[in-house]
Every structure is written in C-alpha cells, then in structure tokens.
C-alpha cells in the first residue's frame, strides 16, 4: 500500500487496473474507506473501454463496492471471461456469498470452485478465507464437525503465511471464534472475535458481502461464550448493514439470532414466537420414538413436510439432533419437561 500511495492520485487514475488493485490492496490493509474512494473512480476512468476492461472493472465492483446481494451478483456476470488468477478467483468467492445470502443452493458449489482457481493460481490467502466462508456456512446448517475442521485448516495457512493483519481474513477469524467457541476455548474464542472485530470495523465501507458472513458468525461465538452485550453490538453492525435492502433468505437467519441474543440475555427463550404452529406440533412429537413417517400420519401429512419441519426447527434452536432439539426445547420451555 505505500507503495502504491507513493505514485499518486494522478498516476492510479491513468489506469483503471492500477486503480482497482490499489482499491483491494487499501481493503486488505485496513484502509476501507480509501478502498471505496477508489472503486468509486473505476467507472469513470473507462473513457474508452474494451470489453475485456468493462468486465474486470465489473467484476472488480462486485468485490470491494457496497452492493445488494443482487447488484453484485449482476456485476460479476462475466467472471468467467477473466483469467484464472487472483481477480477470477475472488470475484467468484464474492458472488458465492452473495448466492448463499440470497438462499441459493449453489454457494457452495460456487465456493469450490474459487478454492480450485486459488489453489491454481497459489493463492494461500484466499484458499484460507474460502475454507473459513465454508466452515461458517456449514455452522449456519448445522454441520458443525466439518465447520470445525475447515476453520482449522484456514487458521493454520494464515499462520502459516503470518498474514493475521491482513483485513479481509476477518472471515478466517470469524470462523476461528465459534470453532473455539464450540470446543470450550473461551479464550481463544475471545481472541479471534478481537482480531475479527478490528478488522472488519476497518473495512466496513465495502464488500458488505464479506461483512455480512462474518459478523453472522461473530453472533454465534458471542452467544456459545455468552457474551450476549458484544452479541447484541454485532448484531447492530449487521442491521445497519442490511438497513434499506429488500429482504433476503439471510434475514430469516439473522432474526433467528436475533431471537437467541435477546433469550439468553433474559435468561428465557424467545423462540417461542419464531417457531411456525405447524413446526410446534412437529417438536411436541420429537421427544416420543415415533419416526418422521409415524409423525407424518399422526399430523395428516406428508413425510417431507414433516422432515422439512423438523429441519427448521433444528435450525432455530441451534442444534443438529432430534435429542439436541429435545433438550432445548424442555431446557427453554417449548415442551414441558417429562
């Protein structure tokens, strides 16, 4: 980054490429609000623009500027004309989240990909921060021994390259938290959600897309110690994020979340009120050995239904077990102890 500062406004200007790495080079430090003066110039400097230069500059938009999910789905239409590389592969990891964030099946798909292209191109920063994006998903669908492990993995390459101060692996923090969280390390959980923390504070300006993901993480650790005060201070960040948008799949996540942070502060559940009727009736059934398909005849309905059911509501009170859900839901009141 100094050395890019050292050339100038009037140097950057003269070429939209320089200008671009410049804006992620400013993120990756720290410098968010430097980033978005410079993505902001980039249309601007396409006086006379090839095809090739719209969709790098494109493509370079939908990374570093504060999108809607859409928008920057939309910008990152051409991603598979650029070359494999570094641009390539972290376009393709931008648009994965926003997937994810819209509820689209294919994120992970997606992600995999970014990880094959980084790995073509030796890129081990982004491989660690597609492993860390991975492991918070697959937290947020409750498959937490594999969140786990791939925390790990992306924890140990950024150490490895000693590359804890760059901003954007605030993701690779984000994930560390709640993978120490769940193992019972409070304070290594405490300190990743630190390091987490500061960085995405600084790169705020841009990539909502990356902030987004992380701080749903954030939450979680944050509950698993439970600190529910920073809990709640995290939670704050991601409504501003999300204030004026449109609703998306993730904001049924992020009420979920919401709704824990208030229970555990109180000391009672609120999820009561976030469980559908239909959903109540399934959990009543849950704690008897009767199957999903059993449960389906009881309730004059379909076994996917029920399956489906029991889905959300494993979703909703954090766990991923029919005893999991039991335990909660007498722990918390949604079903009288036996």
């Known amino acids: 980054m100094v050395e890019l500062d050292a050339l100038g406004d009037q140097r950057l200007l003269q070429s939209p490429d320089l200008c671009a790495f410049a804006s992620v080079a400013a993120a990756q430090t720290g410098h968010g609000e430097r980033a978005l ?3 902001n110039l ?8 090839s095809r090739e230069l719209t969709n790098r500059v494109e493509n370079m938009r939908a990374i570093v500027a504060p999108c809607h999910p859409r928008e920057s789905i939309e910008l990152s239409a051409t991603l598979s004309t650029l070359p494999v590389g570094a641009w390539r592969a972290t376009a393709r990891w931008a648009r994965a989240v926003n997937l994810f964030l819209l509820g689209d ?3 992970l ?3 995999r990909t970014a990880l094959a292209e980084g790995d073509l191109a030796e890129l081990g920063l982004m491989h660690a921060n597609v492993l860390a994006t991975i492991s918070i998903i697959d937290e947020i669908e409750g498959r937490r021994d594999s969140a786990g492990e791939l925390a790990r993995r992306a924890q140990d390459q950024v150490g490895q390259q000693r590359a804890e101060t760059v901003a954007t692996t605030a993701v690779v923090s984000s994930a560390t938290a709640v993978a120490m969280a769940r193992l019972g390390d409070e304070s290594a959980a405490r300190e990743a959600l630190a390091i987490a923390r500061r960085h995405y504070g600084d790169i705020t300006p841009v990539a909502t897309w990356l902030n987004v993901i992380g701080r749903l993480a954030l939450v979680r650790a944050c509950l698993l110690i439970g600190d529910t005060a ?3 201070e995290v939670l704050q960040e991601l409504r501003q994020l999300r204030r004026g948008d449109h609703r998306i799949a993730i904001d049924d996540h992020l009420d979920d979340l919401a709704a824990e942070v208030e229970g555990a502060s109180t000391g009672r559940t609120v999820r009561r009120q976030h469980l559908t009727d239909a959903e109540r009736r399934v959990l009543e059934h849950l704690p ?5 398909s059993d449960i389906a005849v009881r309730l004059f309905v379909s076994r996917n239904t029920v399956k489906s059911h029991t889905a959300a509501i494993y ?3 954090g766990v991923t077990s029919r005893t999991e859900a039991v335990e909660m839901a007498r722990r918390t009141g949604l079903i009288e102890e036996k």
């Open 105 to 107: 099946g294919g994120a």
């Open 109 to 111: 798909d997606d992600l």
């Open 37 to 39: 003066e410079l993505v």
């Open 315 to 317: 979703r909703k009170l």
């Open 288 to 292: 008897t050995n009767l199957s999903l």
């Open 42 to 49: 980039l249309p601007t400097l396409l006086a006379e623009p």
């Open 230 to 232: 920073q809990g709640r």
